[in-house]
């Protein structure tokens, strides 16, 4: 049952942040509707790939069977 929530919940989080980072080279816009990316939206997106790497790590080392 943990094994299946984990997958569930990096599969969720992961396709959020790659739809999100689609979204953003696609179109060129920004959150708010602007032009181009500022800084703060690009930390934004360095911050949930870093999270994205932790679940994937911990998903790798207390979930799935060795």
């Not at 569930?8 to 992961?14: K, V």
């Not at 953003?24 to 934004?44: A, H, P, Q, R, T």
Request: hydrophobic share 55%.
């Amino acid at each position: 049952m943990i094994r299946e929530f984990g997958i569930a919940f990096l599969q969720s989080f992961g396709m959020t942040f790659l739809s999100l980072l689609l979204h953003y080279v696609i179109s060129g816009s920004g959150i708010w509707g602007n032009d181009e990316l500022d800084f703060g939206e690009w930390i934004k997106l360095v911050w949930q790939l870093a999270l994205f790497c932790l679940c994937l790590a911990c998903l790798k080392e207390f979930v799935l069977p060795k």
